[in-house]
C-alpha cells in the first residue's frame, strides 16, 4: 500500500484499540469489566456499537439471539467478519471485542468499494458464563439453538429462552438468525496465548481449533458439623473433588496432546466450620486430536466416580460442551496466509487451544481465522493487552483479503 493507505491503516488501528477501551468501561458489574448475555451491559454495548456501525453507513439489526449485525450496502452473497461482544467476569479489553473492531474498521475502509456486501456479526454470548454454555450467538447464526439450550437456566431460574424475551426480543423468530448464504466467514482474535510473542510476530494463520470436552461434575456427600463429626464417619465432598482434582493436573501434565483444568469449584455449605455436603466442578478438557481427548476424559470422569466411592459420596456427570477439533476451510485460509505474506510479514500457521465462534460456523460455512499477538500471553484478564501496530497489521491483511476475494469475483 502507499504511504496515504499507510496513515489510513495506522488510523483505524489507533480507532479500533480506543473503540475496545471505551467498550471496556461498559460492564454489569460496578468494577471491571464483565458482560453477560442479554445483560444491561451487553444492551448498553450494543448499543454503542450500533452507532458506529451506522456511521459506517451500514444497515443494522439485532437478531432474535442478540446477535447485533451490520451490512455494508452492497448487493450480493455477504463476507462475514464476527466475533463475540460477551466477556468472562473482570475480563480485559480486547477479547473477542477487538476482532468485532477490526472488522468495523475494514468496512469503514473498504466496504463501499468491494463488489459484495461486509456483514459484520458482534456475537451476543461466547465465553458461556451465564447459562454454562457457551457459542449462543454463533449457534444462532448456523441454526443451532435447540430446545434443551433455550430451556437451560442461570443461577437466578431464567431460562435462555426467558431471557430473550426479556430483552424485547421474539424467540419464535430464532429461525430468521440463521445465515444462509455467505462468501465465507473470517474472524480476528487475540491469540490469548504466548506462542506469537515469543517468536515475535505480529499475527498467526489458524489452521484448526482444538476439540473440547466440558463437564460439570458434582460431588454430593453429607454435610454436618465439622467438630463434632468424626473423620472416619464423614462423607466430605470437597476431600473427594480435591483428590480428583490433584489427579486432573498430574494427567493432564505426564498425557502428551491434551490439556485439562478444573477452573471452578462450588462448594456447598460453603462455611469453614462445615464438612462440605456437595461440591460441583467444572471440567475443561481440549486436545487437538479428538481420540486423545475422548481417552483423558473417560481416564478423568472414572476417577471421580473412584474418589467418590472411596468416601461414600456420590458422582453426577452434566455434559455442558463437546466438540470436535476443527479445521479451518483451506481455500479461504490459503488466501489468508497470501494476504499475510503479501505484507512482507512472516507467515505462521498454528493450532487454536482456545475455542473459537469460528468453531460452531466452519462445519456450515468456509471459514479462516487470524491470531493477532497477545501482550505476556495475557487474556481473560483485566491487564489483557495489545499493540496498535499489530492491530494495523491485521488490518492491512484483512484488507489484503477483501482485495482478493474482490479480484476472485
Known amino acids: 500500500m502507499g504511504a496515504l493507505g499507510s496513515q489510513v491503516i495506522a488510523l483505524a488501528s489507533e480507532v479500533a484499540v480506543a473503540r475496545c477501551r471505551e467498550l471496556a468501561v461498559i460492564s454489569d458489574a460496578e468494577h471491571g469489566t464483565t458482560r453477560t448475555f442479554l445483560s444491561k451491559g451487553m444492551r448498553r454495548a450494543n448499543d454503542r456499537v450500533a452507532a458506529w456501525m451506522r456511521a459506517a453507513g451500514m444497515d443494522v439489526r439485532m437478531d432474535a439471539a442478540g446477535n447485533l449485525r451490520g451490512r455494508t450496502r452492497v448487493e450480493g452473497t455477504p463476507l462475514v467478519v464476527a466475533s463475540h461482544l460477551d466477556t468472562v467476569p473482570n475480563a480485559g479489553a480486547f477479547d473477542g471485542v ?22 459484520l456479526i458482534g456475537f451476543s454470548e461466547e465465553e458461556g ?7 449462543i450467538g454463533s449457534r444462532a447464526v448456523v441454526g443451532l439453538l435447540d430446545d434443551a439450550l433455550l430451556s437451560r437456566q442461570d443461577d437466578d431460574g431464567v431460562s435462555v429462552r426467558a431471557a430473550i424475551t426479556a430483552y424485547g426480543l421474539d424467540v ?15 474472524e480476528f482474535h487475540i491469540e490469548q496465548g504466548p506462542v506469537l510473542e515469543s517468536e515475535g510476530l505480529a499475527v498467526g494463520v489458524v489452521s484448526s481449533i482444538t476439540g473440547q470436552s466440558r463437564y460439570a461434575v458434582t460431588f454430593t456427600g453429607s454435610a454436618n458439623h465439622a467438630g463434632t463429626t468424626p473423620m472416619h464417619l464423614r462423607q466430605d465432598a470437597v476431600t473427594a473433588a480435591a483428590a480428583w482434582i490433584v489427579e486432573v493436573e498430574r494427567y493432564a501434565r ?9 477452573g471452578s469449584v ?20 481440549r486436545g487437538a486430536e479428538d481420540a486423545v481427548r475422548e481417552q483423558s476424559v473417560d481416564y478423568l470422569l472414572g476417577v ?27 481455500g479461504l485460509t490459503q488466501m489468508l496466509w497470501d494476504a499475510v505474506a503479501e505484507t512482507g510479514l512472516p507467515v505462521r500457521r498454528m493450532v487454536s487451544g482456545a475455542g473459537h465462534d469460528a468453531m460452531v460456523i466452519a462445519p456450515h460455512i468456509p471459514a479462516a481465522l487470524l491470531f493477532l499477538r497477545t501482550l505476556g500471553g ?22 489484503g483479503l477483501l482485495q482478493r476475494m474482490g479480484d476472485a469475483g
Open 98 to 119: 477487538l476482532g468485532v473492531m477490526i472488522g468495523l474498521g475494514l468496512a469503514e475502509m473498504c466496504g463501499t468499494s468491494l463488489p459484495f456486501p461486509l456483514e
Open 129 to 135: 458464563v451465564r447459562f454454562g454454555v457457551p457459542f
Open 172 to 186: 419464535e423468530r430464532l429461525p430468521e438468525a440463521r445465515l444462509t448464504q455467505a462468501r465465507g466467514y473470517v
Open 254 to 262: 505426564e498425557t502428551g496432546g491434551v490439556v485439562a483444568t478444573v
Open 266 to 285: 462450588r462448594v456447598q455449605p460453603d462455611v469453614g466450620n462445615a464438612v462440605a455436603g456437595s461440591a460441583v466442578c467444572s471440567l475443561d478438557v
Open 304 to 330: 471421580a466416580e473412584r474418589e467418590g466411592n472411596a468416601r461414600g459420596v456420590g458422582v453426577a456427570v452434566e455434559l455442558r460442551m463437546q466438540q470436535n477439533s476443527v479445521p479451518m476451510d483451506d
Open 378 to 399: 495475557l487474556s481473560h484478564h483485566p491487564d489483557e493487552s495489545v499493540r496498535t501496530e499489530d492491530v494495523a497489521a491485521a488490518l492491512r491483511v484483512g484488507a
